[in-house]
DNA sequence: TTTCTTGCAAATTCTTTGCAGATTA
DNA sequence: TAATCTGCAAAGAATTTGCAAGAAA
């Protein structure tokens, strides 16, 4: 994402959401922001600490995970898949979906009729051969919405 | 996936997959492919370790790895997001989608007005609340597949 | 100030590898 | 038997934590 215009606005956002949480805008937290915003690349956590650390040689690696893990908590940003760290397997071949809790990372699985049924773009064939198909809803579930100030716990499965 | 009969099918097929790829049909890859077949709750390599021990008391979680990445090669598991190990970001809050290479891990990102308008179904909703939706499509990306014996190079972004 | 954050370094946790003995085809 | 696998143990990555010094409100 590279229009500034948006990027500006963004960025205004983003130390409106901090302040209403209590939470410090910091420098770091700017660019680190400002860095997963700005890039396409779908980043790990060494590519934007990379990425900052031009702009701040001094920034740690721990400051990055921790800042990363906020935006996340606060649904600034978004991850690829569940949010958590490990890999998980699905050995369910046939077609389904899947809710995904960002809080807890549970996963829920369901059916759809509509879902099964969406065309693949042209544009996608282009750049490989599309095996699976599925829709990943993301939010939050019942049980972690209501006890909201907890520590952001880990998914242990 | 506990249907008996769909299992027994399954376990036939996974049988031919590894004769046809040279692959030897071991005791602890017939039980490892079984565990991730047999569960809903898109276990960690941790999970599936802990259950397939039940069954083979000396299997050690190297074998665990190197199954499931085996099965994940030949397509006959999936994991829930890209299937690499490393957490990777997005800050583009816009409606997007993704198609994912199994092999290499790159992610394709792409837009459809047919994708964004899909209705969340009721059962989710009762679930949690749903903030973003995305369409995931996997496969094999035109580079991975020219290159077809390579090993499993894992992607650094 | 007062409270929250950072950077450092050390600790964990997760994943991969080399190799000799065990197993499959 | 020949070619692959497995288990072990040790290495290598990735991620998290405690704490004193530093920065924001």
């Keep these: 994402m590279h229009n500034p215009q948006e990027i ?3 960025l205004a956002r983003f130390r409106e959401e901090l ?3 209590g939470v410090k805008a910091t ?3 700017l660019e680190i922001f400002r860095e997963v915003i700005g890039s396409d690349e779908h980043p790990g956590v060494e590519t934007v600490y990379r990425g900052v650390r031009r702009r701040i040689p001094s920034v740690s690696l721990d400051t990055v995970y921790r800042t990363l893990w906020l935006l996340l908590q606060r649904g600034l940003i978004d991850t690829l898949g569940p949010s958590h ?3 998980r397997f699905d050995g369910n071949v ?9 809080r807890c990372g549970r996963v829920f699985d369901f059916t759809s009729r509509a879902f099964d049924e969406l065309a693949v773009p042209s544009e996608v064939k282009a750049w490989g051969s599309v095996e699976r198909a599925h829709v990943e809803l993301k939010g939050v579930c ?3 919405r209501e006890k909201k100030n907890d520590p952001f716990l880990k998914n242990k499965s």
């Design 8 to 10: 500006r606005s963004r």
């Design 27 to 29: 420098h770091q937290r």
């Design 85 to 87: 760290n490990r890999v």
């Design 19 to 21: 302040k209403r949480s």
């Design 94 to 102: 046939r077609p389904h979906h899947h809710f995904i809790c960002r």
């Design 142 to 144: 019942g049980r972690c």
